[in-house]
């Protein structure tokens, strides 16, 4: 009698184990290291305040590019908010006058070849220089509004390619703009073209009173539906 229940019971943790261990990687999840708590609870508090504040019309996205990372990291993301799945992880350039590796210092002046952080929203796709690129609104006074005049905009460029990165250890840098690999840049710059919000997360944003405060009750079930659809693994 015992030795039947014993051998029950290890057959059903056999089973369960092995449910399981099929589940998981039958559907797996996509972890997001470089995508910080913080950047993305700040990520949400702009997505929420750009459609409060102004026309958003493809909500179906939402862009974080987190410049707390270095360059030679991936650390652009796009989150399909149907199902709050990240479907995109991409390496994506800083200003020149950021920073090589690490950025270190932003600007809203024109001519200053530094990056912004902020909110944004995606404007029209035009060929340019680079190819097909997206230009970009910058929401926020004094913060990024002078986006469209300083034609910071996406595009393709081949300092963003992985053997670039290899061969230099680290990503090459733009004049202000959100370059990204040539490879993926046509998959990218149609997902979140036509209005969509993209937030660049920085230590600056800290100070941002537009984000830098706790989540409205709908930030926060988005969040919580992010974490846990993503399952991702957390970096603080």
Request: hydrophobic share 40%; with cysteine.
């Amino acid at each position: 009698m015992l030795l039947s229940i014993a051998v029950s019971t290890i057959v059903g943790c056999i089973v369960c184990f092995t449910v399981f261990g099929q589940t998981a990687h039958a559907n797996p999840k996509t972890p997001a290291p470089g995508l910080t708590k913080q950047a993305l609870k700040y990520a949400i508090n702009g997505y929420r305040w750009a459609i409060k504040h102004h026309e958003v019309t493809n909500r179906n996205v939402l862009t974080v590019v987190n410049f707390n990372e270095p360059s030679f990291k991936k650390r652009l993301f796009v989150i399909n908010l149907k199902n709050d799945h990240v479907v995109m992880k991409m390496h994506v350039a800083q200003g020149k006058n950021t920073g090589a590796v690490y950025a270190k210092r932003f600007s809203n002046q024109p001519g200053s070849l530094e990056s912004s952080p902020g909110i944004f929203t995606t404007a029209n796709v035009y060929d340019g220089e680079h190819g097909e690129s997206l230009r970009v609104d910058g929401l926020e006074n004094g913060i990024n509004n002078n986006a469209y005049e300083r034609a910071v905009v996406i595009h393709p460029a081949w300092y963003v390619t992985p053997s670039f990165i290899k061969q230099n250890g680290y990503a090459g840098r733009s004049w202000g703009c959100f370059a990204v690999n040539p490879a993926r840049a046509d998959k990218f710059i149609h997902a979140v073209k036509n209005g969509s919000v993209i937030f660049a997360y920085a230590t600056p944003e800290k100070y941002d009173p537009r984000v830098d405060h706790r989540l409205s009750s709908k930030g926060e079930k988005l969040y919580r539906q992010i974490m846990h659809e993503s399952n991702w693994h957390w970096f603080a």
